[in-house]
């Protein structure tokens, strides 16, 4: 199976506009669309926690995408583009979101838990890359 979306036309700013909907909609605030070199990078939002407000940061990785594009045979080679896979980036992670949202409506878990690893910590790291670095964290060390 070809990667998820390489053939979308749709631009990232409607794919970033659709996620900020649909995070919005399930409680968050304070969202915010960074941007390196004038391309968006993540989107980053907050949740009330315990009367805590906690900031969660999306990031694409377009560099990524591009490689598994270029990796997968299925994909023609005129898709292989930056542009491209800056697109696809991001329709991957509204269709993420959206996935998300379904198992919070489904009252499988929380919006703050589906995200969690998304997290940003003090250090401005997110929980996981926090974890990553850091194997002590982890419950089992």
Known sequence: MAILNYTTSIESEKSIAEIQKCLVKHGAHKIVTDYQNMIPSSVTFCLT??????????PANPEGVLKAMQKDKKVPRSKCTKEQAQRVAWRIIKDWVEAQMAIVESQLAEMAEVFLPYAITKSG???YKEIKNNDMLLLNS
């Open 49 to 58: 926690i315990n009367n805590n407000v906690v900031g969660f940061s999306l």
């Open 125 to 127: 790291n997110t929980l």
